[in-house]
Every structure is written in structure tokens, then in C-alpha cells.
């Protein structure tokens, strides 16, 4: 006997009525007397043996539609963002700024928690942030952030003015990103104050991170957290990039850097569990450091640039 979601003519009716005339599937079930699920697998079975063929249109205003979604298959993402590099430095981060502030005003919703980190890309960020639609939204630094350097750079700084953006609630991080020792360190997150910021950074609807490479010009040593020889004893060890002054080599393996890391925040690792975890980097020189990231599972979106997303994709470097 006949199945009726096999019915070619009921097949076209049904798809007549729910992509031509806009009726919902209860609608033409109450109308043909069939059931809501039978509905959906008639117009499931007609895309499958063609009698239905739909298609997104102007896929080319996306210039790299195409590479975004390998790279998100590649790599098990969300999502992938690619923009067009800047002819410099700073054009580039203004570029890629103004990409995540529209990516974030569209993924922030109302009541959410965001965690932010630090460096000059998220600067970028905040300021090319669009006025916002979610209300109710809690800003919470990823890592500490005291001193006389480039305090625009730092997470408290950042997080703080996003949340006056948006109007919404600044919870503040009041310790150095880095202090001199681990027992200096495990001293700090003894205050109730930092553990129960460094609580409500563990549970994150949205981070939004930078990715960083340690080198002379850096956000670390512009900050002035890190000395020139210390950042060479990183090279020494194959560091590849950072998250929140954490380490990782280009597996996104943190354990060579671990006995050194006394960074007030979020542990790197709780990172894998959000939502959305955002990294936004780019620049040739940011290649390693972004496939550590990946590779760490640290973030599961990638804002990017046209050259590094390229790099990504080659299968040599997989």
C-alpha cells in the first residue's frame, strides 16, 4: 500500500500551499486532514526528490562566504567572520573591531553575562560598538588589570566601558593581570572580592577575547606585565600565542607555560564551555597563535582577516 508521504500530487499540494501561499503546516494539516508531522515530512520528502530546490540568493555580497564555511567545518566552529586586510596595522584592527561589533550587538541578548579580555584589537572592538539593542547585559574582566600602562588596554578598562554603552552592569576585577609568585598569587584569590567576580566569569553567556603573540610591540609587554627577556624565554619553550596572559603552543597545549602563570582571571580552560566564545585576531603574524586557539578549543568563533583565514585553510598547516 501506497505511504502518503510518498503521494507525489499531495506532495506538490502541500508545498503549494506552505512556500506559495504562506500557510503554516497545522494549517494545511487541519486543511488536508493530515497530521502537523506529516506535513513536515511531505515537504521534507519533496526537497529530497527534487520536486522543491531551494536556494539562498546573493551569496556573492559575502565576499568569503565560501571560506568561512570551510574553515567552520575544518575546525568544528560556530561561526568564522572574514574581512578584508587593512593596508595597516591599526587599519586592521579597526577593520576587524567594527566586524565583531556588529557580530557581538547581534549575539548579545538581554540578561546576558560577557566576559571580556584585553588588547588593542578588543579596543578596537568597544569603540566601533553599534548602539545596542540587549538591555540588562552584566560586563565582567577575564583578567586583572592594574598599572601606568596603556590602561586603555586593560580588561577592567574595557569591560567598563562596554557596559556603559550598553547600560548595563560593570563588575570590576581589582588585582594586577600578574603578580611576582604563585604564592602571591594564590594569596590575591583568597579576597572574597576577586573569587566572586572570577565566579561570575566562569559562568559566560558571550567572551569576547583576544588572541595574542608574544613579541616587543605586544599588548603583554605594551601593558608592561612582561619583560623583553622574558618573552624571549617563552620563544625558547615554542610559545605560539595567549589568551588572558595564559600560553599555549601551536597544539594549544598551556602545561610548558603553566609553572610560570601567575595571571589573575579566568582559567583559559573554563573557556571551552561557553556559548560563545569569541576570538578576534589577525595579521600574518597571528597564524600560530589563532591555530593554537583552535586547536585548544579555547574559542568556537574565529572574526579574521582575509590572509590569516587563507593560512588557516591550507591543509599543509591543518
Known sequence: MKKVVDDVRLMVKVCDMYYNQNLSQQVIGNTLNLSRPTV???????????????????????????????LEKMYALKEVIIVDSGSTEKEQK??????????????????????????STLYQVVHHMPEPTAKGVTFVPLIGGMGQLRM?????NLAESLA????????PL???ARVSSKDVRD??????????????????DVAILGIGYPFKNSAITATGYFKENEIE??????????????????TGNTSPFEKDNYVIGIDIHNLCTISHSVGI????????????????????????????AEALASKDNI
Request: contains cysteine; charged residues 25%; positive net charge.
Open 40 to 70: 513536515s515530512r511531505l515537504l521534507v520528502s519533496a526537497r529530497e526528490k527534487g520536486i522543491v530546490q531551494i536556494t539562498v540568493s546573493n551569496l556573492e555580497s559575502i565576499a568569503h562566504w565560501e571560506l568561512e564555511r570551510k
Open 164 to 171: 556603559k554603552i550598553y547600560e548595563g552592569r560593570f563588575v
Open 174 to 176: 581589582h588585582a594586577p
Open 94 to 119: 579597526e577593520i576587524l573591531g567594527s566586524a565583531a561589533g556588529q557580530y557581538l550587538n547581534t549575539t548579545i541578548k538581554d540578561g546576558y553575562t560577557v566576559g571580556v579580555s584585553m588588547g
Open 233 to 250: 624565554n617563552l620563544k625558547k619553550k615554542n610559545v605560539a600565542g595567549d589568551i588572558c596572559m595564559q600560553f599555549f603552543d601551536v
Open 152 to 156: 586603555d588596554l586593560h580588561s577592567n
Open 281 to 308: 585576531a589577525g595579521g600574518i603574524d597571528k597564524i600560530s597563535s589563532i591555530r593554537g586557539a583552535l586547536r585548544g578549543h579555547y574559542i568556537n568563533t574565529l572574526i579574521t582577516d582575509i590572509c590569516c
Open 187 to 204: 594569596e590575591f584569590m583568597k579576597e572574597k572580592s576577586l573569587a566572586e567576580t572570577l565566579n561570575i566569569a566562569r559562568h559566560l
